[in-house]
């Protein structure tokens, strides 16, 4: 199956949780006609449910284990799941360490990576600024641009 967009953990967080600002928007891209050529990287879901159950004092959304799995869940239905091998894993680590990175935009270093490896020319994120630094090469739109230009494409 030829995929045409890998979804950021952002994304898949905002599908699931009504309190996330960008829940409406990335719902709609979730539930468009053809969700066959989405993807969502395997690793995104270990971070969407660390977000999704956080419970520090600062913790946006608060999930119950269940329902965080529930709600993920719903969206791999709906998406192929993808990956990196553990070689590919640890290369982009090491190249990311290398190259001066710090931080959380390490997993966005990964999900960039899994689309390269597929060979999935867009990245859905609502961090373009970021995407667009660490992946100069792929198309990074949010989920509204990309279901505009899906649209556009339907004769």
Sequence with gaps: MKLDALLDSNVL?????????????????????????????????????????RRTDRAPFRFA????????????AIT?????????????VRDYARRGGVGARLYDRLIGET???HDIPVLITWNVSHM????PGLSVCTPRQFAQSRSRRIP
């Design 13 to 53: 967080i905002a599908i699931v949780a009504e309190a996330h600002e960008h829940h409406a928007a990335s719902l709609d891209l979730a539930i468009g006609a053809d969700t066959a050529g989405l993807a969502v990287a395997a690793h995104s879901y270990a971070e969407a449910f660390c977000t999704l159950t």
């Design 65 to 76: 284990p269940d329902e965080a799995w529930a709600a993920l869940e719903s969206v791999r």
């Design 80 to 92: 192929a799941l993808v990956g990196l091998t553990a070689a590919q894993t640890f290369d982009a």
């Design 115 to 117: 689309a390269i490896v």
């Design 132 to 135: 667009r630094g660490l992946f």
